[in-house]
């Protein structure tokens, strides 16, 4: 028989996204212009939480398990949905490469 497991997380990073299109700003004199820039810097923030089970086996399966993470991702679009949340429901199973 094996054993249940319950597991809780918190989340933080730092995102770069990089557009593969050109973005177009208007600059100072009042025309537009392409500009690629660097992306778009983000923070993200989230917790989860995972219930797993751990088979009695002496193989390479070490636990299996589903779990729920959500998280926050800031600063998204600021004139209008500043905080953008995500959530993500993975099933998997954990086990080593070698014995």
């Known amino acids: 028989m094996g054993k249940f497991t319950l597991e809780a997380s918190l989340q933080t990073g730092y ?3 990089l557009s593969l299109v050109d973005r177009i700003v208007l600059n100072d ?3 537009y212009e ?3 820039g660097w992306g778009k810097s983000q ?3 989230g917790a989860g939480t995972s219930i797993g089970f751990m088979p009695k086996t002496t193989g390479r399966l070490k636990r299996i398990f589903i779990a729920y993470d959500i998280r926050m991702q800031l ?3 600021k004139s209008y949905v500043t905080i953008l949340p995500n959530g993500a429901l993975s099933l ?3 086990f080593t490469i070698n014995q």
């Open 15 to 17: 995102m770069n996204s």
């Open 29 to 31: 004199e009042g025309q």
């Open 34 to 36: 392409a500009s690629k």
């Open 43 to 45: 923070f993200i923030f």
């Open 75 to 77: 600063p998204f679009v």
């Open 92 to 94: 998997g199973c954990q």
